[in-house]
């Protein structure tokens, strides 16, 4: 059967099951991402306190420094992560009572965490490169660190393909969620 060949409410029906289990599972994912925003933001709090940074300063482990920028930056992140997973939430609120302004904010979310996902892929390069320069030069000079610095090379690998396959997953999952939400007989149960 054919969606032309649906009766006007059988299809606002889907189109309204589609709305509903959307707006679910975008509940279940920001509160899930509030409670993690703050175990986070308290984890951070105790890293501090415990000054993760000094010690290994203090055992002249190297800190590459995209780990530095992200330890001198982390509550701010906190922070932003915990706002973004509350605008989820109400958005969320809003997709279950019908609100437009939920409908295009969460078409906002699903295109801006599609975008995120590849815009993070770089970072995988950087963290195998904060990897390797932990190591000293000396050691990686020896059999066992070039069959290190291979195995290193042979995760980034994997890494990359795995999340570049996962952001184009995603990207692909969010742009015909985005799509379906755009259609007339979803946007008519929108006010």
Request: net charge positive.
């Amino acid at each position: 059967m054919s969606p032309a060949s649906l009766s006007p409410d059988r299809q606002a029906g889907r189109a309204g099951s589609l709305v509903d289990v959307t707006a679910r599972l975008a509940l279940v994912v920001a509160v899930i991402s509030v409670v993690y925003s703050a175990i986070q933001l308290g984890v951070i709090g105790l890293l501090r306190r415990a000054g993760a940074a000094q010690w290994l300063a203090a055992h002249n482990l190297p800190l590459p420094a995209g780990l530095d920028w992200l330890l001198r930056h982390a509550g701010t992140l906190g922070v932003l992560m915990l706002l973004a997973s509350l605008a989820l939430l109400a958005v969320g609120w809003g997709l279950l009572a019908r609100r437009e302004w939920a409908r295009t904010g969460f078409i906002g979310f699903l295109l801006l965490t599609a975008v995120a996902n590849f815009a993070c892929l770089p970072l995988i390069q950087a963290l195998f490169n904060g990897l390797a320069g932990m190591f000293p030069a000396g050691m990686l000079q020896t059999p066992q660190g070039q069959e290190l610095l291979l195995q290193l090379q042979v995760s980034r690998w994997i890494c990359l393909i795995t999340g570049a396959a996962t952001a184009l997953a995603f990207a692909l999952l969010h742009g015909w969620l985005a799509l379906k939400l755009g259609k007339p007989d979803v946007r008519v149960q929108f006010h």
